[in-house]
């Protein structure tokens, strides 16, 4: 059975630095890996999708990498900016499995 | 113009009753999907839909159903309401179900 991990469960940080967070996957059986946030009381924003045979994505500051073969993905986000604040999710697609979240705050 | 819209927001209920939560996404997305985010904000899949065709349907109690009219609709049913079903409750829609996923704001259903 798929199981996601993520690492830090929480992440405080000045702003204006760079980051990284971590997604962990059991089973590299996967059709693709997605990154979201969710900002307080609201729904899920796609924030970028690595399809299985992909290495890497890019959107702006943000960078999401994959390799299937260790069963990981990290999301990068250069020059923080108060407004990153949100849960940062990823989800494995077979079945669709989400990890805990990490909770991102950058402090002004 | 949203996306994927979800109603009603919020849902307060008693325990036993019946109750529906209507999704509508006007994406042309073939692909929606339903999911339940617990009181620990841990978000697991329901069910998917593909094309009005159920092709995820995960450890649910079948209390609850979904249905789907049409491809921009997926509705969830839920018979019998228990404590435990007290979550926040997201619809979700994908042009396939190999791309990106677009939420809706979501449902809170509170039992009392």
């Known amino acids: 059975k798929q199981e996601v991990t993520q690492i830090p469960a929480a992440l405080s940080v000045p702003e204006g630095e760079n980051l990284v967070l971590n997604c962990s996957f059991t089973?590299?059986?996967?059709?693709?890996l997605q990154w979201f946030r969710q900002d307080p009381g609201k729904g899920l924003t796609s924030l970028l999708l690595i399809q299985s045979s992909q290495r890497e994505q890019t959107s702006g500051r943000l960078n999401a990498s994959l390799d299937k073969s260790s069963g990981r993905s990290t999301l990068y986000i250069a020059a923080s900016q108060p407004g990153d604040s949100a849960t940062y999710l990823c989800?494995?697609?077979?079945?669709?499995?989400f990890g805990a979240g990490t909770r991102l705050t950058v402090k002004p | 113009d949203t996306a994927v819209s979800q109603t009603p927001k919020y849902l307060v209920t008693q325990m036993g009753n019946d109750k529906s939560i209507k999704c509508e996404q006007n994406l042309g997305h073939d692909t929606m999907y339903w999911y339940k985010q617990d009181s620990k904000k841990f978000l697991k899949i329901m069910f998917s839909y593909n094309n009005k065709e159920l092709i995820i349907n995960e450890t649910v109690p079948n209390r609850f159903s979904p249905k789907s009219p049409d491809k921009a609709h997926l509705n969830l049913h839920i018979n019998s309401l228990e404590l435990g079903d007290s979550a926040v409750y997201f619809c979700?829609?994908?042009?396939?179900?190999?791309?990106?996923?677009?939420f809706g704001d979501g449902t809170r259903l509170s039992i009392l």
């Open positions: 089973d590299s059986a996967i059709y693709n």
């Open positions: 989800a494995v697609n077979r079945g669709m499995r």
């Open positions: 979700a829609s994908s042009r396939t179900n190999n791309q990106p996923q677009h």
